[in-house]
């Protein structure tokens, strides 16, 4: 499968002590097991919660982690010390543990019991004093875990709970990513470039190039039947056009799809970056198909930008079987509306806009480029839904990787543009476009973001934070001033 192979799970490890007695100990399973049970059947979290043993001495506790470490499907270990727990029992454990960590800080009741609180109720039932003990040795060693507080029962709970799931499988899955380069980058082009080798180091990512005719030639071999009968998928898209002024061009771009989409199964790759100035035997930039192969899953970044492709494909595993999924996709910042009160970014590309984000149904269009000398592509016209979402730009500073996370208002465009032949996005970078763009640029970001309506800056903070690099927030609370002075102190917290 595209998206992932593995059936993801998570463990719920509840911390106590042998000091309590067994009757104590019962209860503690018994109510962790109901914490389980009540989050499994609320139908919010995308994967499954495993109930494991009440953890009690050093040697279980290692034990458990190192299971965790090695069992494939497990994405993460979630952590909560119903009684106290001596947090030095938990150290080796920690040490060696590698996968995603979450402190959750609840208690099984919710309410004090006035009427029969006693001090036995007090050993029992004393998470505000286990959790902690523990939360202290988990910063004492630097380690990087979420803490998420409040009565399990609660939405908000089980909501934040959920939401970070899904980063614990982008940090999980991020060693699978493996993009591939049709050439390399745009000649003299600076934000798209990047070290490849601190990328795997960091991110786990697999970035190989491949000269354009070794793909070119996957999609000569590609059988005129398949490419037929995609033509006529594709034509169930067009309605009401005349099949012969398209469908030639129409006919490569699936071509192109079909070519390419088994040059990346055959290496096993999940991103690509395609160059329109290195084009080679291909008769078209690669626009349709890359659209299709962007709502497929893949990631993919243009002109060689790797890094892009591989955030792309990153919060699409992250966004995986998501309900109501409103899409994510490559976008680059193209033009301004700077019209007072109307402020906003047009967003589009060339050609690759991912039709996931689209707003109703795309049509495809045959238009000319006017850049390159191939023939006019086909392409995937439509503009995109509207409300919150959120642009990111991983850059590299030379020393080390940044990522920029910018919450945005997507809106519709005042009127229709007839014109322009490519699928676009309209939003309002918070705080407003004079803050969120002055301080995108001062922050050093991109022209090309990986986009998405369906993660928040939140989770994509928590993912930077796990790969140890620094991300930083425009959103509603950005002002310059603070922000500069946060730029200038995280000079000086990632230097090494
Ligand atoms: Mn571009």
């Given at each position: 499968?595209?998206?992932?192979?593995?059936?993801?799970?998570?463990?719920?490890?509840?911390?106590?002590?042998?000091l309590?007695?067994?009757?104590?100990?019962?209860?503690?399973?018994?109510?962790?097991?109901?914490i389980?049970?009540?989050?499994n059947?609320s139908?919010?979290?995308?994967?499954e919660?495993?109930?494991?043993p009440?953890?009690i001495?050093?040697?279980?506790?290692?034990?458990?982690?190192?299971?965790?470490?090695?069992?494939?499907?497990?994405?993460?270990?979630?952590?909560?010390?119903?009684?106290?727990s001596?947090?030095k029992?938990?150290?080796?454990?920690?040490?060696?543990?590698?996968?995603?960590?979450?402190?959750?800080?609840?208690?099984?009741?919710?309410?004090?019991?006035?009427?029969t609180?006693?001090?036995?109720?007090?050993?029992?039932?004393?998470?505000?004093h286990?959790?902690?003990?523990?939360?202290?040795?988990?910063?004492?060693?630097?380690?990087?875990?979420?803490?998420?507080?409040?009565?399990?029962?609660?939405?908000?709970?089980?909501?934040?709970?959920a939401?970070?799931?899904?980063?614990?499988?982008?940090?999980?899955?991020?060693?699978?990513?493996?993009?591939?380069?049709v050439?390399?980058?745009?000649?003299?082009v600076?934000?798209?470039?990047?070290?490849?080798?601190?990328?795997?180091?960091?991110?786990?990512?697999?970035?190989?190039?491949?000269?354009?005719?070794?793909?070119a030639?996957?999609?000569?071999?590609?059988?005129?039947?398949?490419?037929?009968?995609?033509?006529?998928?594709?034509?169930?898209?067009?309605?009401?056009?005349?099949?012969?002024?398209?469908?030639?061009?129409?006919?490569?771009?699936?071509?192109?799809?079909?070519?390419?989409?088994?040059?990346?199964?055959?290496?096993?790759?999940?991103?690509?970056?395609?160059?329109f100035?290195?084009?080679g035997?291909?008769?078209?930039?690669?626009?349709?198909?890359?659209?299709?192969?962007?709502?497929?899953?893949?990631?993919?970044?243009a002109?060689?930008?790797?890094?892009?492709?591989?955030?792309?494909?990153?919060?699409?595993?992250?966004?995986?079987?998501?309900?109501?999924?409103?899409?994510?996709?490559?976008?680059?910042?193209?033009?301004?509306n700077?019209?007072?009160?109307?402020e906003?970014?047009?967003?589009?590309?060339?050609?690759?806009?991912?039709?996931?984000?689209?707003?109703?149904?795309p049509?495809?269009?045959?238009?000319?480029l006017?850049m390159?000398?191939?023939?006019?592509?086909?392409?995937?016209?439509?503009?995109?839904?509207?409300?919150?979402?959120?642009?990111?730009?991983?850059?590299?500073l030379?020393?080390?990787?940044?990522?920029?996370?910018?919450?945005?208002?997507?809106?519709?465009?005042?009127k229709?543009?007839?014109?322009?032949?490519?699928?676009?996005?309209?939003?309002?970078?918070?705080?407003?476009?004079?803050?969120?763009?002055?301080?995108?640029?001062?922050?050093?970001?991109?022209?090309?973001?990986?986009?998405?309506?369906d993660?928040?800056?939140?989770?994509?903070?928590?993912?930077?934070?796990?790969?140890?690099?620094?991300?930083?927030?425009?959103?509603?609370?950005?002002?310059?001033?603070?922000?500069?002075?946060?730029?200038?102190?995280?000079?000086?917290?990632?230097?090494?």
């Open positions: 499968m595209l998206m992932t192979e593995k059936k993801y799970k998570f463990w719920f490890c509840t911390g106590s002590q042998d309590y007695g067994d009757e104590c100990l019962a209860h503690v399973a018994e109510h962790a097991k109901i389980v049970e009540k989050l059947e139908g919010v979290l995308p994967y919660v495993v109930w494991k009440t953890l001495t050093n040697e279980l506790i290692r034990k458990t982690f190192n299971e965790a470490n090695i069992d494939d499907e497990c994405a993460g270990v979630i952590t909560w010390m119903h009684t106290f001596p947090a029992s938990w150290i080796l454990g920690l040490q060696e543990f590698r996968k995603p960590l979450l402190h959750l800080h609840t208690q099984f009741n919710m309410e004090i019991p006035y009427d609180i006693d001090m036995d109720f007090m050993n029992e039932n004393q998470s505000a286990g959790d902690r003990e523990y939360g202290h040795i988990v910063s004492r060693m630097r380690i990087e875990r979420k803490v998420v507080v409040g009565h399990w029962s609660d939405p908000v709970v089980v909501g934040k709970i939401s970070w799931m899904r980063t614990a499988v982008g940090i999980m899955e991020s060693s699978h990513i493996r993009v591939m380069r050439a390399d980058n745009m000649r003299n600076a934000v798209t470039e990047g070290d490849k080798v601190e990328a795997q180091i960091k991110f786990g990512w697999e970035v190989d190039a491949y000269p354009v005719n070794e793909i030639d996957y999609v000569k071999d590609v059988a005129k039947g398949d490419v037929d009968a995609l033509v006529d998928e594709y034509y169930i898209l067009l309605e009401g056009r005349d099949p012969e002024e398209f469908k030639k061009h129409v006919a490569v771009q699936a071509q192109i799809e079909l070519g390419f989409e088994r040059f990346l199964k055959e290496k096993n790759y999940q991103a690509i970056v395609t160059h100035g290195d084009l035997a291909l008769k078209q930039l690669p626009g349709l198909a890359i659209q299709r192969l962007m709502e497929k899953g893949y990631g993919f970044g002109e060689g930008d790797w890094k892009t492709a591989a955030m792309v494909r990153l919060m699409k595993i992250m966004t995986a079987g998501m309900k109501d999924a409103k899409g994510t996709s490559m976008m680059e910042d193209y033009t301004y700077l019209v007072p009160g109307k906003g970014i047009l967003q589009s590309h060339m050609l690759e806009v991912c039709p996931s984000v689209a707003d109703g149904k049509a495809i269009k045959v238009c000319p006017s390159g000398e191939r023939e006019d592509p086909a392409r995937l016209v439509f503009t995109s839904k509207t409300g919150p979402a959120i642009a990111t730009s991983l850059v590299d030379g020393d080390r990787f940044r990522l920029i996370i910018n919450d945005v208002d997507c809106k519709k465009v005042e229709p543009m007839p014109k322009l032949p490519v699928g676009s996005a309209f939003w309002t970078p918070q705080p407003d476009l004079a803050t969120g763009a002055e301080a995108w640029i001062l922050a050093g970001g991109a022209h090309h973001t990986a986009f998405t309506y993660l928040t800056a939140e989770q994509m903070g928590d993912w930077a934070a796990a790969m140890g690099i620094e991300a930083v927030y425009i959103d509603k609370d950005t002002t310059i001033r603070n922000f500069k002075n946060e730029l200038r102190w995280n000079e000086i917290a990632f230097r090494r």
